[in-house]
């Protein structure tokens, strides 16, 4: 299994941006698929799941402002980010449970300028 995340870039405060994580096989095999991101000095925190069901969840620190989905057709899953702050400036991962295994794709980087 592999994940492969694009997307990040330098963005200003309040502006947008949508990550992408794409995976070697279909989503649908996944349990869960997952965002976390990480700051520099900080530890890696959890962003965003949706379960293979489609169901959503979301950290505090994002809620109404970020959006997961996927395109199954794609073996893709999203992250689109609205409103963005410096604080969201982080390394962002996508994370895969399969199998009871746990699978990180490489990090891509967001910055945010105020």
């Known amino acids: 299994v592999q994940l492969q995340a694009s997307g990040g870039g330098l963005v200003q405060a309040g502006g947008s941006l949508r990550l992408s994580c794409a995976a070697s096989?279909?989503?649908?095999?996944?349990?869960?698929m997952n965002w976390y991101r990480q700051a520099p000095g900080k530890q890696r925190e959890w962003v965003a799941a949706?379960?293979?069901?489609?169901?959503?969840n979301y950290a505090d620190s994002v809620k109404g402002r970020f959006t997961i989905s996927r395109d199954n057709a794609k073996n893709t899953v999203y992250l689109h980010m609205n409103s963005l702050s410096p604080e969201d400036t982080a390394t962002y991962y996508c994370h895969a449970d399969y199998n009871g295994m746990n699978y990180w794709g490489e990090g891509t980087q967001v910055t945010v300028s105020s």
């Open positions: 096989i279909s989503v649908f095999g996944f349990r869960a």
């Open positions: 949706m379960t293979t069901r489609g169901s959503t």
